[in-house]
């Protein structure tokens, strides 16, 4: 049973597309696991085509169509990565970064300096301790971890406030495969965190 949610304000952002695409992707794999934020984010995504049908009519500026015109012929957007079907999203390659735990990178590092990957932790196994630089939103997909304070299990949505310093471990049973989107980089809180993180990217 998922325990977890992302905030609402997290899905007035991720409707109203104020969030990093790294972040959404995890926001939208939950919601498609969760009929309650589902349903959150269909109404808010109604809210504000409301408000912008409510909006009075202006003129648009002279070089509109030339600038739209123009974005045809620029680059296109990376595409989306796989679903949140599990099976899909392992048909990359896991990436060994210490006993028992791989990642899986899905979205390079982008503008927002932010980054998309699957991260696979054994059970029993713990990430190093760390704080964040910016936001990290992670969905878990298979088996659950604990922070210490908490569990999480398959469908739970974990927003961790920059402020606080964790160790993930992946709690016994099967191994626990996260979506994490993380917004400029963790902190290790140990010399050999900091030895290792730049192995992770993260
Ligand atoms: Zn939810």
Known sequence: MIRH?????TLLACAAGRMPP?????????????????AGL????????????????VALAPDALARTLARLDAAAPEPAPPGFDLAA?????????????????LMARDATDSRLDLIRVAPGRA?????????ETTCVLTGAFTDGADSYGAGDCVETDPA????????????????IAVTHHLRP??????????????
Do not use: Y
């Not at 269909?42 to 009519?57: F, Q, T, V």
């Not at 606080?164 to 979506?179: K, N, S, T, Y």
């Not at 140990?190 to 192995?199: E, I, T």
């Open 89 to 105: 999203l392992a048909s990359g390659r896991w990436r060994r970064v210490a006993p028992g735990i791989a990642i899986m990178p």
């Open 164 to 179: 606080v310093a964790h160790q993930p471990r992946a709690l016994p049973g099967e191994d626990c495969i996260c979506l």
């Open 5 to 9: 949610h992302p905030a609402d304000t």
């Open 22 to 38: 790294a972040h959404a992707r995890v926001i939208g794999v939950h919601a498609a696991l969760c009929p309650h934020c589902a």
């Open 42 to 57: 269909a109404a808010a995504e109604a809210a504000g085509g409301a408000l912008l049908e409510a909006l009075a009519p």
């Open 127 to 135: 990430l190093l301790a760390h704080g964040h630089s910016g936001a």
């Open 189 to 202: 809180r140990s010399w050999l965190g900091r030895v290792v993180r730049p192995l992770l990217g993260m």
